[in-house]
Each structure stands twice: as structure tokens, then as C-alpha cells.
């Protein structure tokens, strides 16, 4: 190709964050003919007869409008445009893992109605949140959770959580009644109250902290509660005419949703006191000997489903059953199903 001197007049002029990289998109789409470009440039891609040159460095501002003081027509030299319009803003991380975790973020926090803090948005954000992956995140198995904010919060360095998926489950899920109001808070919501980070309250936990360590509170006086004649610590929220409520309405098969809505505790802490103080369901055993819980809520009892056991022995239908303990065929049927009677075809069900 001919020797080009004059850079007012001759070559091709562009502006680009990676020059290598552009080049190399630039030589795909020539011989892709996917874009209009000089003949003469063109030629040079497909060829790769060119020479590259990095005339200048600097802001992007400064080298778009030099880029249109040396292109400020059409078809000068082997540009087809003109020169510092044309462009945009590229910060070259596209392909990086990081810029991949902060398009992830943003379009969790759109869903959820919170908003990205101004240090990870606009034309600067992808590579403050570089910055940000590169001190915290890389070589790690850590990621990033905002499933504890709320509609109007704010994501930030401050406000997300870093953990691995394992730690997630316990930390995101489980809210805590531990200031003395009976009021159940998240990790988010207790750094709020007590000025703390919430990020630092997670990496405390991990190291093996308890929640009160970690608020840097000090534990409340435990309790002695009997049950079935035996005596627990306790120093939950809970009091022991509470307790014994919650035993009663466990031990009818209160759903865990529904007893948790009651006490103000949490489903998994409530699952762990019955745990500890070794509360029982009513149970019914299928005929592969496996048992289900019988919930306080369903329309047949336990002492129904052992019914409904023996007839299926006997060979009554599902009609019969219905009509007897007057609920839907449907529903007999569902429960003859739950009781794993595999034997008991449909046929002979509706019969």
C-alpha cells in the first residue's frame, strides 16, 4: 500500500480504548462485508498490509474532538465518516468477569425495584465496580447477594452482601429478634439500627461468631424451660406459656408458615426450637411404611386418613369414601394417592 504521511488527508483516523481490539473487529467486519468502508481500507483489513500507530493518549473528550478536527467531512483519507460524533463510550471490560457480575446486579436490582449507587452506574461504573471485584471478589468464592434489600434501597459497597452460595441460605433467609422490641430484622435491617455494615455482620458469623457477637451486643440471660419433664437453656424472644402454645399448635400439625406469622419468628427457628425440644407431629403411616405429617388445616384428620386406609383394603371406591366423610372425590382420591396405594388403579377408585 502506498506510504501515507499527511495524517490530515491520508489513512484512517479512529479513537478506541483497546486500538488492538478495534482493529481486529475492524478486520472481521471487511471480510464479513458487514460494514461500508474505503476500498482501499478494506483492502488493507483483508490483507492485513497496514501499519497501526498510536498518534496520542488522553481523555476520551480530548480525542474525540481531535479525531474531528483531522475528520471534519466525509471521505477524507480512508474515513467514510465523520470523525468525533460517530463513537461511544466503551470502557473495555465487556468480556471481563466483572463487568459480567455488575450487568447481573443491575438487572437483579431493576427487578426488584433498588436502585445501583452512582459509583457503579453511568459511563464510570463498570470500572469503579473493577476496582471494587478486584480488591473483594476475585480469586474468591464469594458473590455478590442483594435479595436482603428492599424496594428503594440502594446497592453499594456497603450495602451488599458478599458470601458463597452455601452461606447465602443461612445468612439471607433467617432475620433476627435480638434489640428487645420483638421485632424480626434482617442482617441489612440490624446494621441499619445498630450503625454497622452488613457485610461486616456476615463476616463475622462465617468466622464463627453468634449473632449477638457479631452485633457486638451483649447475649441476654438464658432461660429454664421443661418440657416432658426435662429442662432446657433458652434465650430466644419466647416466653414459657409462648412455648408451650407454639408445642400445642405444632403438635396438631399447625403449618410452619402460618405458626411463623403468629410468633413473629422465623419458619427455620421455629423448626429448630421444635428440633431441640423434640415436639411431635401427628403422623400417619402409608403402605410402604413411609409417614406424613397431617396439617391442622387439611380437610381429613389423621385418624381419617387410617380410616380411609382400611377401606382401601376392603375395597371401597372413592365415591363411597367421599360421600362418608363428606368432602370431594377429588380430595379422597389425593389421599388415597398421598397413602402410596399403588395397587389402587383409578378404574378401580372411581368404580
Not at 41 to 66: E, N, P, Q
Not at 266 to 292: I, N, W, Y
Not at 313 to 325: A, P, Q, Y
Amino acid at each position: 500500500m502506498p506510504k501515507h504521511s499527511e495524517i490530515q488527508s491520508e489513512g484512517y483516523v479512529g479513537v478506541s480504548y483497546d486500538p488492538v481490539k478495534r482493529l481486529t473487529q475492524h478486520s472481521r467486519w471487511a471480510r464479513a462485508n458487514s460494514r461500508p468502508y474505503h476500498h482501499d481500507f478494506k483492502h488493507a483489513l483483508t490483507s492485513g498490509d497496514y501499519i497501526i500507530d498510536i498518534l496520542v493518549c488522553g481523555s476520551r473528550d480530548y480525542c474525540m474532538d481531535l479525531e474531528f478536527r483531522l475528520r471534519p467531512a466525509t471521505h477524507i483519507g480512508w474515513n467514510i465518516a465523520v470523525g468525533g460524533g460517530g463513537g461511544r463510550y466503551s470502557h473495555g471490560l465487556t468480556n471481563s468477569k466483572s463487568y459480567k457480575t455488575l450487568r447481573n446486579l443491575r438487572h437483579r436490582a431493576r427487578l426488584s425495584g433498588i436502585e445501583v449507587c452512582e459509583e457503579w452506574s453511568g459511563e464510570g461504573g463498570a470500572v469503579n465496580f473493577d476496582s471494587f471485584y478486584i480488591d473483594k471478589i476475585k480469586d474468591t468464592d464469594l458473590e455478590v447477594y442483594i435479595a436482603h434489600l428492599g424496594i428503594g434501597d440502594v446497592a453499594s459497597p456497603d450495602t451488599i452482601i458478599l458470601a458463597t452460595k452455601e452461606e447465602s441460605a443461612n445468612f439471607l433467609s433467617i432475620k433476627y429478634n435480638i434489640l428487645g422490641d420483638n421485632v424480626q430484622r434482617s442482617v441489612t435491617s440490624l446494621g441499619k439500627a445498630l450503625g454497622i455494615i452488613p457485610n461486616t455482620i456476615v463476616c463475622r458469623l462465617r468466622r464463627g461468631y453468634d449473632i449477638f457477637q457479631a452485633c457486638e451486643l451483649s447475649p441476654p440471660p438464658r432461660k429454664i424451660v421443661c418440657f416432658k419433664e426435662k429442662q432446657f437453656e433458652y434465650c430466644g424472644g419466647l416466653s414459657q406459656e409462648s412455648l408451650l402454645q407454639f408445642k400445642a399448635d405444632y403438635e396438631m400439625g399447625g403449618k410452619m408458615t402460618e405458626l411463623s406469622s403468629k410468633y413473629n419468628l422465623d419458619a427455620s427457628q421455629l423448626s429448630r426450637l421444635s428440633r431441640r425440644f423434640q415436639f411431635t407431629r401427628p403422623t400417619v403411616e402409608d403402605f410402604c411404611g413411609s409417614k406424613f405429617v397431617v396439617y391442622a388445616n387439611s380437610k381429613l384428620s389423621a385418624d381419617d386418613y387410617k380410616s380411609i386406609k382400611r377401606m382401601c383394603l376392603d375395597g371401597v371406591s372413592c365415591i363411597e369414601m367421599s360421600k362418608l366423610f363428606m368432602v370431594s372425590v377429588g380430595t379422597i382420591y389425593n389421599a388415597v394417592n398421598k397413602l402410596k396405594w399403588k395397587e389402587f388403579t383409578c378404574d378401580r377408585a372411581l368404580g
